[in-house]
């Protein structure tokens, strides 16, 4: 298995999931393979672990594991109930979800995910699923689409600024780079603060690309149908508008936050959370790994 992937708490996802050795789980986000490997160290040999993927350089990792226990299906993670399906797959008894980009498709200048790197501004985890890339959605969306963009998924106060600086750049010629996009962007980072800045740009761009929210959501809502009773739901998250969906489904068991109650008042709830307050890196992880500073990581069992 490739070492480039350094998993966010490790050890706390570990024992959110609460392995049974001979049970079934899934990892909805394979990525580098580093939590489904340690979940795999976990389990006997009756246990299976299901993995989900739509990059392709997880195939890659998951050869390298190759373990007859592990199934990569290599699909979007908002497809989830539909696969487990067609597996015929009965109810799991955990499911963990790591929501960070991983630290390859960071550091490969070629997916354009990077801020530190020169490289075609693409950002798409699967070049073969239709999505729009970065560069077309800059050089195409209109200006209150763009706005909408840096307002809600990169939480930028200047998100108007940021779209009519595109609007005229995009105007003399179109915009293609990372590192243009970047030059772009200069009069507007903060002084002393810009890496924060680009880091929240391009995040938000990512997340329209790959249009993150609206497959978190399928996932989750699937989430109470794939886990059966007593089993764990396990959710790291790097982005409030993430961890507040997540926070609603499993306080409310819906994702808008609405409590449903039933015909005689009684809550209609999916899960019961372990952690009221999400668990976060220690300062020595964050230390060895920034990536762990934002991480949110919730945890609950399905009732």
Request: proline content about 4%; hydrophobic content about 40%.
């Amino acid at each position: 298995m490739n070492a480039y992937h350094v998993p966010v708490m490790l050890s706390e996802c570990l024992d959110g999931l609460d392995i049974n050795p001979d049970g079934i789980y899934v990892d909805v986000t394979f990525g580098g393979g580093g939590h489904s490997k340690a979940i795999l160290d976990r389990l006997s040999d009756k246990g299976k672990l299901y993995a989900f993927d739509k990059d392709p350089e997880a195939r890659k990792n998951a050869e390298a594991i190759n373990d007859n226990r592990l199934t990569l299906i290599a699909t979007d993670f908002r497809n989830l109930k539909k696969y487990l399906k067609l597996y015929s797959i009965p109810p799991v008894d955990g499911l963990l979800a790591d929501l960070g980009i991983s630290s390859h498709q960071i550091d490969a200048a070629e997916r354009g995910f990077s801020t530190r790197f020169d490289g075609p501004l693409d950002m798409r985890m699967n070049t073969d699923d239709g999505n729009l890339s970065a560069a077309d959605i800059v050089n195409t969306y209109e200006t209150e689409e763009l706005i909408r963009i840096f307002r809600v998924f990169g939480e930028l106060p200047n998100a108007k600024q940021i779209a009519l600086e595109i609007m005229r750049s995009r105007a003399k010629a179109p915009i293609e780079t990372t590192q243009q996009f970047k030059e772009i962007l200069f009069p507007l980072a903060p002084k002393f603060k810009d890496f924060k800045f680009y880091a929240q740009v391009f995040q938000a761009l990512r997340i329209e690309v790959n249009q993150e929210i609206d497959g978190l959501s399928e996932m989750l809502n699937a989430c109470g149908d794939v886990i059966k009773p007593g089993g764990r739901l396990v959710i790291m998250s790097y982005h409030s508008l993430e961890d507040r969906l997540v926070k609603n489904y499993l306080l409310k068991g819906n994702i808008e936050g609405n409590l449903v109650k039933d015909f005689y008042g009684n809550d209609q709830l999916l899960f019961k959370v372990v952690n009221r307050k999400p668990i976060e890196a220690t300062e020595t992880e964050i230390s060895l790994n920034s990536r762990a500073r934002s991480a949110k990581l919730r945890v609950a069992v399905k009732l």
